[in-house]
C-alpha cells in the first residue's frame, strides 16, 4: 500500500464513522445530550461518566449477540432445550479506554467455549493483571495500591475482589472434574494457613493430592483446607476422589494423618498407606541437637536402606541402645510410633523406593506457594485458601511453559526448565511400574 492509498485509507475511516454518527446521532440531539448532562451534573468521561456508559452498553450489547451467534439460539428460544450448551450468566472484566476504566459484564456459555471477537481476553489488560498480582501473593489492597500509583486506576476493594472471585466457578469446576480410574500412586502433603474463624484467626492445614497416572505423568487432584480434625475430614476427601471416578490405588504416600489411614480402607480397602520417609526423618531429627544431627542421621540412615523389616529392627535397636539413642528417646520414638506405617516401604525394591521414598513432588510445588502466601497474613476463609491456592499453580505453570517456549530452537545452548507438576513425569517411573506389574498384577494389568 503506498502512503498516498493509506492516508486515503485513514481519512476514508473517520469519514465513513462521522456520517454513521450524524445518521444515528444528529447535531440537536447532542446539544440535548450536553444540556442534560450539565443540568444532571454528569461528566462526559472519567468514572461514572455518560461516554464510558455508553461505551458499555454498546459493548455489552454487541457481546450478547456474539453469545447468541455463537450458541445458534436466542435467549429463551426453545431450541435451545438439549443443545448441550446454554448461557451462564456473565463475568465481570475491566477493560481501559481512552476514556476511563469501563466495566463490563461478559457474557459466558456452560462449556466454556465462546471468546468474543468484540472485547478479546486480554483487552485492557487490567482484569489480568488483577489476577496475576493476586495469584503472586498480593493482597487487595496491595493490588489496589500498586493499580493507582503505576496506573493512575482507582478501583474499590469491592471491584477487585469480584474479579478474583470471577474465578471461583472455575476452581469449583477443577475440585469437581472427572478423574482417571485408577493412580498407582498418590502423593499427599500440607501447607500450614491462617484462616479467619468468627473473631479468631486459626492455623489450619490446606493439603494438596498430586496422583501419578500410568504413564507417570503427575496430576494435582485437588486442594482440601482441613476445617475438621481427623476420620471425618478424610473420610469426605476420600469419598469425593471416590465419586470423582478413582475407583483403585495401590500406594498413597503420606506424612502421618490422624485418620488418612482408616479413610482410605474405607475408600480403596487394598490401597496401602506408605509414610513419607523424609517426613519420618524430620520429625526424628527435630529432638536432636545441631551439634548431633550429622552423626544420628547416619545411624538412622541404615535403617530405611535396609533390606527387610528384619533387618530394619535391628538396625533400630542398635541406635536405641548407642550413645546418641540413649540421648534422644524421643528421636527413636518416633520411628518405633510410626513403625506400622513406615515398614511396607522395606517389601519394595530400588526402583518404588525411591519413587515412594518421599513427597519431594509436592514439596516442590509446596515451597513455591509458601513464598506466595508467606506475606498475606491470613485468610478471610477456607475457600480464599483454595482460590488463591490454585490460581498461583495455575500461574507458575504458565510462568514455566512461556519460559520452556523461549528455548525452542536453541541447540545446545537450551535450557531446561521443569513443570512445577502438573504433567511432569516422575523420575524413574518405568522401572517402578515394572515392579508394581510384578507385586500386584491383577489390579494393575488391566490398565496396562
Not at 334 to 356: H, T
Amino acid at each position: 500500500m503506498t502512503d498516498e492509498q493509506e492516508k486515503a485509507s485513514q481519512e476514508s475511516g473517520p469519514s465513513e464513522a462521522r456520517r454513521l454518527r450524524q445518521e444515528m446521532f444528529g447535531d440537536d440531539m447532542l446539544d440535548r445530550l450536553m444540556a442534560a448532562t450539565d443540568e444532571r451534573g454528569v461528566a462526559l468521561t472519567g468514572e461514572g461518566g455518560f461516554l464510558p456508559e455508553m461505551i458499555r452498553a454498546v459493548l455489552e450489547r454487541g457481546m450478547s449477540t456474539e453469545l447468541t451467534d455463537h450458541l445458534g439460539y436466542e435467549r429463551g428460544d426453545p431450541a435451545g432445550r438439549g443443545s448441550g450448551n446454554s448461557r451462564n450468566g456473565s463475568t465481570p472484566k475491566t477493560v481501559g479506554t481512552e476514556v476511563g476504566d469501563i466495566r463490563l459484564d461478559s457474557p459466558r456459555d456452560r462449556q466454556g467455549t465462546f471468546a468474543s471477537a468484540l472485547v478479546p481476553k486480554g483487552v485492557g489488560g487490567l482484569e489480568d493483571m488483577i489476577i496475576s498480582l493476586y495469584a503472586g501473593g498480593m493482597t487487595i489492597r496491595d493490588i489496589q495500591h500498586h493499580l493507582a500509583t503505576t496506573l493512575g486506576t482507582e478501583l474499590s476493594h469491592e471491584t477487585i475482589s469480584n474479579v478474583t472471585d470471577a474465578v471461583l466457578e472455575e476452581v469449583t469446576a477443577w475440585q469437581s472434574r472427572p478423574l482417571e480410574a485408577f493412580y498407582p500412586v498418590i502423593y499427599l502433603d500440607a501447607l500450614v494457613v491462617k484462616v479467619r474463624d468468627g473473631a479468631h484467626v486459626t492455623n489450619r492445614s490446606a493439603h494438596i493430592a498430586v496422583g501419578v497416572d500410568m504413564d507417570g505423568v503427575k496430576h494435582v487432584l485437588g486442594i482440601w483446607v482441613q476445617a475438621s480434625e481427623g476420620a471425618k475430614f478424610w473420610a469426605g476427601v476420600c469419598a469425593q476422589l471416590a465419586n470423582r471416578g478413582v475407583k483403585d490405588v495401590l500406594i498413597v504416600c503420606c506424612d502421618g494423618l490422624t485418620g488418612f489411614p482408616e479413610a482410605i480402607e474405607q475408600a480403596w480397602p487394598q490401597a496401602m498407606v506408605q509414610t513419607c520417609v523424609v517426613h519420618l526423618i524430620r520429625a526424628s531429627m527435630r529432638f536432636v541437637s545441631y551439634s548431633d544431627r550429622k552423626p544420628v542421621a547416619a545411624l538412622l540412615r541404615p535403617i530405611y536402606t535396609a533390606a527387610d523389616e528384619d533387618a530394619a529392627m535391628t538396625v533400630l535397636s542398635v541406635f536405641a541402645s548407642s550413645t546418641l539413642g540413649t540421648k534422644y528417646p524421643a528421636a527413636v520414638a518416633a520411628w518405633r510410633n510410626a513403625w506400622d506405617r513406615f515398614v511396607p516401604f522395606l517389601a519394595f525394591g530400588p526402583a518404588l523406593r525411591k519413587v515412594i521414598y518421599t513427597t519431594n513432588s509436592i514439596e516442590s510445588l509446596n515451597y513455591q506457594l509458601r513464598k506466595i502466601i508467606k506475606n498475606r497474613g491470613h485468610f478471610p476463609s477456607d475457600d480464599a485458601v483454595v482460590k488463591l491456592l490454585w490460581l498461583a499453580i495455575r500461574n507458575i505453570e504458565d510462568k514455566r511453559a512461556r519460559e520452556r517456549a523461549k528455548q525452542t530452537g536453541k541447540g545446545k545452548d537450551r535450557q531446561s526448565i521443569p513443570r512445577l507438576v502438573e504433567g511432569g513425569v516422575v523420575n524413574g517411573w518405568k522401572a517402578a511400574l515394572g515392579e508394581l506389574a510384578l507385586i500386584y498384577p491383577d489390579r494393575i494389568n488391566p490398565y496396562l
